[in-house]
């Protein structure tokens, strides 16, 4: 069975600053595909980044990045300059190729202060 | 359209009483996925539709629990007699064929059971 662990239920960081969220998963699978959603208090979760297991560099999007160890199923978000509207819940989550199922972590609640 | 559309947006209901959610998928999504979230936790997977294939139900909780989807279109979630414990957010995605790339989801209905 996969499982998907996120062990810091709610995170601040100051406006402007960097910020890690941390993500650990369970596989006995090769490839798999890893994803960080996030839901803002309107409920809709909205995909942030993802990253295929099979490809060794880290997924960049904009202010956001992950440091992706497969190693040791270790799948962390960084968000570099936070800014105010970056406060939402956070969830990492895992699919199996072709299997079209998440598995979800339980989340992070990052505040982002001004 | 534009996003997947869920409605109602919130729903009370007294225990005991059936409910209706209803979902539109984005329209050439052929896969529609149902989701619950409690409060405080990540989501978790309920029923998968892809196309005319036979449903993936076995996220269910129990049989008061069902779905139905006609071809690629509109789907709804139906829980009989509800229990306060079916009190949870309830969110929907759609995604092309394979959800590896991400899907997109609804902002959900948020079931109350009183």
């Known amino acids: 069975a996969q499982t998907v662990t996120q062990s810091q239920p709610e995170m601040s960081v100051q406006e402007a600053e960097t910020v890690t969220l941390s993500c650990t998963y369970d596989?006995?699978?090769?490839?798999?595909?890893l994803f960080w959603y996030k839901q803002p208090p309107s409920r809709q979760m909205i995909l942030v980044i993802r990253?295929?297991?099979?490809?060794?560099q880290n997924a960049t999007e904009n202010r956001f990045s992950v440091n992706f160890q497969k190693a040791a199923k270790s799948f962390s978000l960084k968000i570099s300059d936070s800014q105010l509207g970056d406060t939402a819940m956070y969830f990492c989550?895992?699919?199996?190729?072709?299997?079209?199922?998440?598995?979800f972590g339980s989340g992070t609640k990052l505040n982002v202060k001004p | 359209g534009a996003g997947v559309s869920q409605s109602p947006s919130n729903k009370v209901t007294e225990k005991g009483k059936d409910v209706e959610l209803r979902c539109d998928p984005i329209?050439?999504?052929?896969?529609l996925y149902w989701y619950r979230q409690r409060l405080g936790q990540g989501l978790e997977f309920l029923i998968y539709?892809?196309?005319?294939?036979?449903?993936?139900k076995s996220g269910l909780p129990s049989d008061r629990f069902s779905a139905e989807r006609t071809g690629e279109s509109v789907s709804t979630l139906t829980i009989q007699r509800t229990q306060q414990e079916d009190s949870a957010v309830y969110l929907c995605?759609?995604?092309?064929?394979?959800?590896?790339?991400?899907?997109?989801f609804g902002s959900g209905t948020r079931l109350t059971v009183v």
């Open positions: 995605a759609s995604s092309f064929f394979l959800g590896d790339d991400g899907y997109t």
């Open positions: 596989t006995s699978e090769n490839n798999y595909y």
């Open positions: 990253q295929e297991a099979y490809k060794q």
């Open positions: 989550a895992f699919m199996k190729p072709n299997f079209n199922k998440f598995y």
């Open positions: 329209s050439g999504h052929t896969a």
């Open positions: 539709f892809q196309g005319n294939s036979a449903p993936d």
